[in-house]
């Protein structure tokens, strides 16, 4: 197993919450890479002062990131909260998902934005998100530890590495919303954007 992914679909039974907070510890005990969305965010509003690891990265929307910075007694407008929000997680990278994803991981802070986005936000397609960073995490573990044959990289450190997977899943994400949308505009769904992946994935990801 090379990424966990708790959250989509978890509910907020107790039980249920206390087995995904033991699914996160023992994530954060491997030093796993795990993404952490959906309810499983609210797990951690209810503990704010679990401090995670730096392979472990949490998608919240708008209103889950006002949510996750008060619980930690941070203000969600003041400058540069995530990067304090971060911090405060033990390095663990953000993502707050809007008409552009804002990336943090530590220092580091990018924006994930394309030309032209979809204006309405497509139910599922937080989900769609979260199931590519599993995978580009995937790719990313199996690079890192030489499960398949490539040219050493000198010029590219692990953080660049890292994020570059990130960066991809949130590109992925945007630009099949952004075709299903030209195609279907408001009466788009996820189904579509599923199909649109592979398209998008040879015409934009494969050679950039």
Known sequence: MHVVVVGPGLGRDREMQDAAGAILVEAKRRNMPVVIDADALYWLE???????????VLTPNLVEFQRLCKSRNLDPNESEVEKKLSKSLGGATVIRKGLSDVITFR???????????SPRRFGGQGDLLTGSLATFLGFHHAFTHNHWSHDPISDVTEDELWLSAI???????????????????????????????PLVMRDHLENE
């Open 107 to 117: 220092e580091h802070h990018l924006k994930a934005t394309i030309p032209n986005p």
């Open 46 to 56: 209810q503990y704010p002062n679990r401090v995670f690891h730096q392979k472990a």
């Open 167 to 197: 960066y991809a899943a949130c590109i992925l994400t945007k630009l099949t919303a952004a075709k299903v949308f030209e195609r279907f505009k408001r009466h788009g769904n996820i189904s579509g954007m599923l199909e649109e992946i």
